[in-house]
């Protein structure tokens, strides 16, 4: 079986194909965009039998990793920590390539990273955006709170952003400045907690 390294950055990438013995079969560069990713996707067509290692390096590895999924192409995602111990116990580099990535997974010598399926990983990102809005409205929220609490008032209302206790905050009558930001608040939270039509 080939072994295919891929040395991924933010916009551009260079893959290795070596032989089992370890011979460079071809070299080249791609852009990491959709565009260079079918680039990648037709070298390795070319051959009968290709696995590929990526590093795990921030989101960038993820557009690639799922276009060889796609075409059914065994990937393995390695943890770049663990994969520069590996390489410099075995065959000290200077720097983990492209070439030395192929190297390491043709001898099978790879740490591989658990990438859960595609539909999980949607899941998560969903999930991880959802915590990040309510992290966004606490904080706009505390900072409306402040708001009232520095020129003294005191919300009639046991909801202070229930419907009645909006109203009540577009009422009172603030500083041209506060003003400006209270309703700058009372925006961004209705854009955070509206939801699109069924």
């Known amino acids: 079986m080939n072994s295919v390294g891929l040395d991924v950055h933010k916009t551009r990438c260079v893959a290795c194909v070596k032989t089992p013995e370890g011979r460079i079969v071809e070299e080249f560069a791609f852009q990491n ?23 795990l390096t921030g989101n960038l590895w993820i557009p690639i990793y799922d276009r060889l999924e796609d075409e059914h192409i065994h990937v393995t995602l390695t943890n770049p920590k663990k994969t520069r111990m590996i390489a410099e116990a075995k065959i000290k580099p200077d720097r ?5 990535l192929a190297d390491l997974l043709r001898a099978n010598l790879l ?23 309510v992290k966004i409205r606490t904080m706009v929220k505390n ?16 909801d202070l952003f229930g419907k009645r206790g909006l109203e009540w905050l577009r009422s009172i009558h603030l500083p041209p400045l506060d003003k400006l930001i209270l309703d ?13 039509n069924a």
């Open 33 to 55: 965009n959709p565009h260079g990713h079918e680039e990648l996707i037709t070298h390795l067509k070319a051959y009968p039998d290709v696995q590929v290692v990526i590093e």
């Open 96 to 100: 983990l390539d492209a070439r030395i």
């Open 111 to 133: 740490s591989a990273s658990y990438v859960p399926p595609k539909h999980l990983r949607e899941i998560r990102a969903l999930v991880r955006h959802r915590v990040g809005i």
């Open 143 to 158: 900072e409306v709170h402040v708001l009232v609490d520095t020129h003294g008032f005191a919300c009639p209302y046991s």
């Open 184 to 196: 700058n608040h009372l925006t961004h939270l209705g854009s955070l907690t509206s939801r699109p």
